[in-house]
């Protein structure tokens, strides 16, 4: 296959197939270099650092593997992805598809910088970065999978959808029907987890428009370990809200800043093996 | 009259009467002390400071005609408020409200903390903060009034309608109700401020619940100079985007910080006689 790289990230690098059965679509190569630190000049991998520091045999074909298993569930069900098919371990052959950016209005005034990117949170529980913004609220209350929108930028930044809306980035009509999907595919995942005795917290999916065709709104970027945070032990009342909050729900006060974790929280690299 | 301090604030004192005609309302004393900084052992009144300073003699007079004129106003048009009636130059009588608060849900826990109150924003404009946070935006594009919601803690924090309701502080109803509340009184405000040739950019209200009967929803504090950005010399286009922008808004960018201000806007000390 002729092709050209057009994006190189951490993870996967993403080439256009320019010849052959798939012309004109992206094919996603799944990399195994993975991200950490160095400690005495040994890396440590830690995917809460952004530097790659080393490879992990493997890594790559496991993660094609997870992305491919949700996105043949999210087929099943009828919810449009970018998805076409996987071609070998490592390597997914996906539609062209742009992210929910527009550029800056006004260019010329130092600041202005295009909107790159929209990503929308989900929550099945008052956690993480929710309860730290809202600390009235209850540890892991059920919140009903609430969506948020975020600005991706020099920093990700709350946007409301009315705001969204006035910025002229998706009109109203495109914004239902994305925190619809949102939902709809947060609904699949948490019940997937569930049919393994693990439930989702939270998760973050980005969307975009396919490049071709009807430009409808699909998931992009595949759904990785990395997007969803994970329990075990998940125990509602009648209404949802988990009743082991005490046990398990660690808060912290200090300098002005909170943090909250979940003891019964699992690591990416504890669930990955689930589905595979 | 009898009565007791309950509130102490630096523009204003608030008492319960607890005798006579107005017993059981609320008495607002507003005040002639005045914010600001030292500056060689002098004081230099600023309200953009937190800090008392000294007085201003007829400054609480002042704000208390500016605030009854607009209390008044909004009684024409039908707009429920705290305001019953002016009774001395710096004094009003209201009826006791409580702010749109709730206690914390789990105070067991490190961190977590009261919603105090919240604030809410409208906006004819992008500039301020909007700007700011989405600098994909034009400067001063008409956004419509949009209303956001912040929580009012140790920091104002932005939180969206659907997270809101999810908290448990405000029903949907409650907030539709609110949202469109804020936007007609904004609508007066505008429209008041544009018979003087002065336009209003952008403002803030806080709403309370009435304390007694219905439990309404109702603006409560007064609307004075220092909850609106106002400016002159605004030029829509037809769609409602001032055409000057290029001539007013001057942009910067710096340390990752971005800064907006509009050459036109006009200051809070400037525009406050306009209405007496």
């Keep these: 296959m002729e092709e050209k790289l057009i994006y190189s990230g951490k993870s996967k690098?993403?080439?256009?197939?320019?010849?052959?059965r798939y012309s004109?679509?992206?094919r996603l190569v799944f990399k195994d270099d993975a991200t950490g630190y160095f400690e005495n000049g040994k890396?440590?991998?830690?995917?809460?650092?952004?530097?790659?520091?080393?490879?992990?045999p493997g890594k790559g074909a496991i993660a094609c593997r997870f992305a491919t298993h949700f996105f043949k569930l999210l087929q099943e069900h009828g919810i449009p992805s970018h998805y076409?098919?996987?071609v070998s371990d490592n390597e997914m052959i996906v539609e062209p598809a742009l992210p929910l950016g527009i550029p800056a209005d006004?260019?010329?005034?130092?600041?202005?910088a295009p909107l790159q990117n929209l990503e929308?949170?989900?929550?099945?529980?008052?956690?993480?970065s929710f309860w730290r913004r809202y600390p009235f609220v209850r540890p892991c209350r059920n919140i009903h999978k609430v969506v948020e929108a975020w600005t991706?930028?020099?920093t990700d930044i709350l946007i409301t959808f009315e705001a969204l809306e006035e910025t002229g980035a998706m009109t109203r009509a495109e914004i239902d029907y994305s925190v619809e999907l949102v939902k709809k595919i947060a609904e699949i995942v948490t019940s997937e987890f569930g049919s393994k005795g693990?439930?989702?917290l939270d998760g973050k999916f980005e969307l975009g428009r396919l490049k071709y065709g009807d430009r409808k709104i699909v998931i992009i970027d595949e759904i990785s370990p990395d997007v969803v945070r994970v329990c075990r032990g998940y125990a509602p009342d009648k209404d949802g809200n988990c009743t082991i909050y005490k046990d398990c729900t660690v808060t912290n006060f200090a300098e002005g800043k909170r943090t909250i974790k979940n003891r019964n929280q699992v690591k990416a690299a504890d669930f990955i093996s689930v589905f595979l």
Excluded: M
């Design 43 to 56: 890396a440590v991998f830690d995917p809460g650092y952004d530097t790659v520091v080393g490879q992990i």
């Design 152 to 154: 991706k930028g020099d």
């Design 84 to 86: 076409i098919d996987t």
């Design 24 to 26: 004109g679509k992206y």
């Design 106 to 112: 006004s260019p010329e005034f130092p600041g202005s």
């Design 198 to 200: 693990l439930h989702v």
């Design 13 to 20: 690098n993403v080439y256009e197939i320019t010849s052959g």
């Design 120 to 128: 929308f949170t989900w929550r099945n529980n008052a956690t993480g």
